[in-house]
Structures are given as C-alpha cells and as structure tokens.
C-alpha cells in the first residue's frame, strides 16, 4: 500500500507518519528529510537543494524525481510507502504514477490535512526543531508556495477518486484515529 500525506507546512504530515508507519509497517519517505541529510553529509544534491530550501522554493522537480525514484529502488519500499512532502507539483505526482506502474504496485491513497493558516503558522514557529526555513519569513513563502503551485496536486488525485481530506486540527489521536478510518 502507498500512502500521500499531503498538506500545507505545519499540518502534522511528519508526526502522523510516523504513527503510520508504525500501524501499517510502511517506511516513511519525506523528501524534506532526504534533502535535510543530504546538506548535513554535504552531497552534490545537498549544494542543490540548500538555497531553494533556505528560500521557502521547491527544489526543482528533476532533483526530486531523481532522488525518490532512486530511494524507491531499496527494497524496504516493495511493499509501499508512506510519501511526506511528496508529490508537490503536478509534475511530481505524474511522474510518481509512473514510478509505481512500472513497479506492479498499487496505486496511492492521498490523505490530505486541513489546518487554518493561523494554526500553521503557529505550529512551524514552536516546532524547534532548529529548521532554517522554520522562520516567520520561511513559513510565509513556503505558504504561498503551496498554495501556488502544490494544491494542484490535490485535483489531480481527486480527479482519480484517490483523495480524502481530513480536518487536521485536534490531538495528535483524533487525527490519527481520522485518517486510519479514512483509509479502512
Ligand atoms: P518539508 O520537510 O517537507 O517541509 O520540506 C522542506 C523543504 O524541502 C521544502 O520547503 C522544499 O524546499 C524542499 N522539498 C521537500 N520536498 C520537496 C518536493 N517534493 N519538491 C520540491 N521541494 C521539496
């Protein structure tokens, strides 16, 4: 089974991944982690993606394929996965259609989380997690960034029937207990 968890920053995808993991024994694969380690070690993907990261911008859509399309060649993701912070261009969720098709597995269920704006904010500025993009300035572009260019992504798997929005505000389990009765 794979699995989207998709919404704006500060929506709870990464907490609620890691719930999910642990239920339906799926890895979790957030490309935002992927880029944050390859920064950290200082890889050729790192150089690329700090300064768009930094910005609150997308990395450019062939850097992301690349390197999701590379993980998914692990075999802890045969059975599926669960997808934080991707697709978050339509480009992005074609291409991951085709990645899947080509490896036999079944399509994706896209849970999507809904949180006011207000609450967003709030949330990505008393996470301290130590982000350089977890700043007043970052969050307002990484908002509109979403709201620009990833809500696409959300017509295109509803389109399919594939989407379930979910209202992500409450505890951590009242989400939770949301989203596994959304995908039973
Ligand atoms: P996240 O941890 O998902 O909030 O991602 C942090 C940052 O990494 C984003 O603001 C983007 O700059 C970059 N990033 C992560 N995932 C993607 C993606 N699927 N497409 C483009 N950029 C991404």
Redesign the pocket.
């Known amino acids: 089974m794979n699995i989207i968890l998709f919404g704006p920053?500060g929506a709870g995808?990464?907490t609620q991944a890691a719930l999910l993991q642990e239920k339906y024994s799926l890895p979790h694969l957030?490309?935002?982690?992927i880029?944050?380690d390859a920064i950290k070690n200082e890889t050729l993907v790192g150089l690329k993606?700090k300064s768009?990261?930094d910005n609150?911008?997308?990395?450019p859509?062939e850097v992301?394929v690349e390197i999701v399309a590379e993980a998914l060649e692990d075999v802890k993701y045969q059975s599926g996965c669960i997808f934080?912070?991707?697709?978050?261009?339509v480009y992005?969720s074609e291409s991951l259609d085709s990645i899947l098709v080509n490896k036999g597995q079944t399509p994706c269920k896209v849970i999507a989380l809904t949180v006011p704006e207000d609450e967003l904010v709030r949330r990505v500025l008393s996470r301290g997690q130590g982000r350089t993009?977890d700043t007043k300035e970052g969050i307002k572009n990484?908002l509109s960034?979403y709201h620009n260019e990833t809500t696409p992504v959300l017509e295109h798997y509803n389109d399919k029937g594939m989407a379930e929005v979910i209202n992500g505000t409450g505890t951590i389990e009242e989400i939770f207990d949301r989203i596994t009765s959304a995908l039973s």
Request: zero cysteines; a negative charge.
């Open positions: 920053p995808k990464g957030s490309t935002g982690d880029f944050r993606a768009f990261i609150g911008e997308l990395v859509d992301v934080d912070g991707f697709p978050r261009t992005q993009d990484r960034v």
